[in-house]
């Protein structure tokens, strides 16, 4: 045996159980109140009340650490997606470039709406143009590219009513249960009917959520070469995978191979079938709708609490229903909130 | 402050800071000859080196350990594909249990091949017939019946040469160089041609790699209700992505947002993309190949070594001479394997 070998793996060995130790005692503290930005409330004592069961190992419903999953949708359950989701303000904002590239589509609907900037005709334009501008302004670049292209557009575009990065909308009290579930073994995830190339950007950054766990409405990458040679993946103008509807939740059983303990999500449209079928689940789940009812401190919207049926994460009375009949939770960000956003604080 | 409510968590602290320093032992001790298995020589080092490089934050080309990512082809990268893949012979074997359901099927073609038990007319079915029964016979059934079936007929088969499970057929030196990949940070992924949803069934309990982290070429699942009117996902008898070609690394890049720094492969028709798009990014990357030259212990196949060209994973002479121009690592089974099985032993 060589000693002076030995030394520095001792050493190393010493410095990560001083870190363990670091790590435990932080650990320890935090857990005094994990949620402080919540109100008490049923809401936050369900997700308390999930947490504490499959992690104890003396209930039946433990949930064994290699399985934990937690789902998230993003616009309108992690951050602001009112009044127009986030990347389509980008590709809206993409439009002026993309008709430098292909002048012929200038005078195309619904380019031409973009171009004129009447913001009432713009905000009218139907989910179908939506997606053509979405398909439009979103390929024919390299996948870094992309990513490149969204990071300079989130650091410097800032929401018209706080006056705020994109980044900063995030809710302070989700950003509390991600940490929540993280430090109780959870993998969090996100699923969103954006692209998951556009969350990607800053997902480990502002959730600490990693790009491969993200899924979204994916666009299909083309294998080629770049003038040098390089090889290269090309964003192509389609949809491989539709993350709508019931699309959030085949896709991510699809991907992943697995059905999420907890969901979290808000809107009929995109959220309904991804929490009915992880509610359905054996043993514990936690299924969460996120109810917008604040207009004074977000926006309040949504059919059943009587209020406008808005374009975007609209929450029907059949989901509220569905909701109350199946035991989910249900967020009013209104009573159940403290804080909503860091910067408030 | 509670000294009686803080002493459990002083405890728990204690047991924890325990756990990490027997766990740093051992990892220190395995860190030694992390690939026992390997005969010294270029492959063997070429991994080495790259793990060192990319974990020692002096070096020009340390990888943060969030950015730690290495794809794995399953067949003929982890575990014997030769002469038919593991998942054939499952979907070959379930065609007597689709033909009781769907007696049409009985006198149709491949179905008819199948159950007359010619080996030698089966071995002769077209990939476009094999894939005609993989579809038929993986679908209709709810992810959760295909996985419990998948599982029960693992738990019987056996490999007609080595008379042993399919999943004691797993390369144990690419055992050793997943586990050291992950004791360096490496978050480890299957890329496979084969379904996802097949090797999620063992891939976590043979090599430590879970559902989440398994990409393969996948079936769409249709959301619906079964007769208790519980939400099921059903999977439907089409492709929704398929892993052939360059579809494994546009893929794999679509779906985690992400470019490895590692890639394993070692078939020309599927795994030649992956690795030259993995080698081509900035820093250091590691590509490597498979090789099976080892007639002796496991099969000698494809032509770069002059070999029968076989029909499933294959190495061409092109792929072996971009191989050789490009810096990727080529592994003997033959010259660079002590031991491929870890029965041999």
Known sequence: ??????????????????????????????????????????????????????????????????????EFDQDGTLWVEHPVYTQILYC???????????????????????????????????????????????????????AADVKRWLAVAKDSRWNRPYTDLTYLPMQEVLNYLRANGYKTFIATGGSAGFVSVYSEQVYGIPPEQVAGTEQPLAYGYDKDGRPVLTKEPKFALENFGAGKIENFAMI???????????????????????????????????????????????????????KVGTLSQE?????????????????????IFAFEK
């Open 1 to 70: 045996m060589n000693l002076g070998r030995k030394v520095p793996k001792l050493l190393s060995a010493f410095a990560a159980v001083m870190l363990c130790a670091v790590s435990v005692a932080v650990h320890a503290h935090a857990q005094d109140d994990p949620l402080p930005s919540w109100n008490d409330g049923p809401a936050k004592q369900s997700i308390i009340d999930f947490v504490k069961t499959t992690t104890d190992e003396s209930n039946s419903r433990f949930v064994p650490p290699k399985e934990r999953i937690a």
């Open 92 to 146: 809206l904002d993409r439009v002026g470039a993309l008709v430098k590239e292909k002048p012929e589509l200038k005078d195309r609907e619904p380019f031409k709406t973009v171009l004129s900037g009447d913001r009432a005709a713009i905000a009218q334009l139907p989910p179908r143009d939506l997606f053509e501008i979405l398909l439009a302004t979103q390929s024919g670049m390299t996948v870094e590219e992309f």
């Open 256 to 310: 992943y191979g697995r059905r999420p303990y907890a969901a979290f999500g808000n809107s009929s449209s995109d959220d309904q079938q991804m929490l009915e079928y992880v509610k359905a689940g054996t043993g514990a789940r936690l299924s969460v709708v996120v109810m917008h009812d604040d207009a004074t401190r977000e926006y309040a919207y949504g059919p059943a609490q009587g209020l406008p049926d808005t």
């Open 319 to 339: 989901m509220y229903d569905m909701a109350k009949k199946q035991g989910w939770t249900v967020i009013s960000m209104k009573n159940d909130w403290k804080h």
